[in-house]
């Protein structure tokens, strides 16, 4: 025996090896439990049989979850069917006021230019958009509209009455080819 060593304490040093010899000789001490997967000898046309089972089965289940896929589509295109028909309704509405707007607004200018003086009319309308220019001075009687294009200058008369004709041409709406 060693010397200076206490029997419980040399007890004690050699419980913990022997308690590890003991758990390794133990079959299955420290395993896991692991299921057993048992396979059997099956022949080939058992397994078509099988596959042939469930096929039916299996087709029957991909063709009603895309019939499902299918209906939560068309809600979804329905949904944004309604949404744009509102919007349409929204667009109609705000389209028929802005031109009865622009009709009001419209005469009224007209009205204000049919009643100015042709010298300050001309200046004004020489200051204008030419589009706009023109589209007032064939809104107004022909004999104003005359006053008025010879009271301007003439590169701005010109390419007023430029507007003006190709506005009547038939032509101009067609394609060139």
């Known amino acids: 025996m060693t010397t200076g060593m206490a029997p419980s304490t040399l007890a004690r040093r050699l419980v913990l090896p022997l308690a590890g010899f003991v758990m390794m000789a133990i079959p299955g001490a420290f395993a896991e ?3 057993v997967i048992t396979t059997t000898n099956a022949s080939a046309d058992e397994i078509r049989e099988f596959c042939t089972n469930i ?12 019939k499902q896929e299918l209906e939560n589509l068309q809600k979804d ?16 509405d705000w389209l ?9 607004a419209e005469a009224g200018l007209v009205e204000i230019y049919r009643k100015m003086k042709p010298d300050a009319a001309a200046s004004q309308l020489a200051e204008l958009d030419p589009e ?3 589209a007032i001075v064939m809104k107004l009687p022909p004999r104003q509209s ?25 032509n101009t709406s067609k394609d060139p080819s």
Do not use: C, G, H, W
């Open 33 to 35: 439990e692991r299921p």
């Open 55 to 66: 096929a039916d089965a299996a087709r029957d289940r991909r063709y009603l979850l895309q």
């Open 77 to 92: 295109v329905d949904a944004r069917i309604r949404t744009l028909e509102a919007r349409r309704a929204e667009y109609e």
């Open 96 to 104: 028929k006021r802005r031109n009865d707007f622009l009709k009001t």
């Open 132 to 134: 706009i220019a023109s």
């Open 146 to 170: 005359s006053t008025i294009l010879s009271e301007m200058p003439a590169d701005k008369a010109a390419a007023l009455t430029r507007i003006i004709a190709s506005a009547t041409d038939k």
